[in-house]
């Protein structure tokens, strides 16, 4: 059994490993750009982990990681592009140093380059890692449609936003953990109880996300902090100060939720006030402890030795208490 620092070391060199060029160079340069920079390439160490918590071989799974983390970077070059963000690890996203066409249709061969690599390596279990590829795939693509139509909603509900979140962010480290357990060959009950597990700490995580882009620092945060009060994202932060607030601070955050100042740090500023006066910030930190807790009680269940799941443990305390 490898370590969690262990096994992000493995993913770091299998991507080293890899080359991403080819011609037109205006097509794989700005994926090269994106896939070189690492990361924190949870999704490819998820599936490698659950593939040795079960006796099987990382090398079999070797692609899949790949893949995964492929696909999961493609989603971001056109997720960058959806939200106007300029910065993506402490760097310019693609759009912004390329341009929009570039982003679109890089990213469309990054989605390509992702199946590719699936397919790179027979096993018994291929049609099933390949249809929980296919479901992973399409759900991330409705949650990023709810996403973009919750924005010109004033009607939005923390349950229709946790189902969001789970579609669009979730179902990947669920996915992942599932597709590295079918390489090799777990029960299915185990599958589905580490499949559960990856749904809870992805919600927990995506949570920790909305809480680092509200107050998290940019230098660290490798983005720009304050952009979903700019881009009147509908988060857990704003659902629950809507439930909290007062009718004046209601009425003031719908105002502030319907404009697109060109200057939004006085936006950004105002809602933030109006989420300390209500205690968001602790509010959402108790939901993501409670998620947590859940998504242990899945891993609880599964009928391995503890000392098999200590790497997942361990990503998943990462997780809760990250930072950037």
């Known amino acids: 059994m490898h370590t969690l620092s262990q096994l992000t070391e493995i993913v770091k060199n299998f991507f080293a490993e890899e080359q991403f060029t080819g011609s037109p160079s205006l097509l794989y340069e700005p994926i090269a750009y994106t896939l070189a920079d690492g990361g924190k390439r949870i999704r490819p160490v998820l599936l490698l982990a659950a593939t040795e918590m079960f006796g099987g071989n990382i090398d079999t799974a070797r692609y899949a990681a790949i893949g995964i983390e492929t696909f999961h970077n493609f989603t971001l070059l056109h997720d960058d592009l959806m939200d106007r963000s300029p910065v993506r690890r402490g760097k310019p996203t693609v759009y912004r140093k390329w341009n929009e066409n570039i982003a679109i249709l890089s990213g469309d061969a990054m989605n390509i380059l992702a199946w590719r690599y699936f397919l790179r390596i027979k096993h018994p279990n291929l049609h099933s890692i390949l ?94 902090t304050g952009t979903d009060i700019r ?23 719908l105002h502030l939720f319907s404009t697109t100042p060109e200057n939004a740090d006085n936006k950004i500023n105002e809602v933030l006030n109006i989420y300390a ?8 930190e108790k939901q993501i402890e409670q998620l947590h807790k859940k998504a242990m009680e899945s891993l609880n269940n599964i009928k391995r030795p503890d000392s098999d799941k200590q790497t997942l443990i361990e990503m998943a305390q990462k997780l809760l208490n990250r930072n950037i």
Request: glycine share 8%; aromatic share 10%.
């Open 131 to 224: 249809s929980t590829f296919e479901q992973t795939s399409m759900e991330i693509c409705e949650g990023q449609q709810y996403d973009m139509d919750f924005e010109s909603r004033n009607d939005v509900t923390i349950d229709e936003y946790m189902e969001m979140i789970r579609l669009k962010t979730a179902v990947l480290l669920g996915g992942a953990l599932k597709i590295g357990a079918l390489y090799a060959n777990a029960p299915d009950d185990d599958i589905k109880h580490l499949y559960d597990f990856g749904i809870g700490i992805g919600l927990a995580f995506q949570l920790r996300d909305d809480l680092l882009d509200a107050y998290g620092d940019t230098a660290t945060f490798g983005k720009q």
């Open 231 to 253: 881009d009147n994202k509908k988060t857990y932060l704003f659902l629950r100060a809507i439930e909290k607030a007062s009718p004046e601070q209601r009425k003031q955050l």
């Open 277 to 284: 006066a209500l205690d968001i910030r602790h509010e959402v």
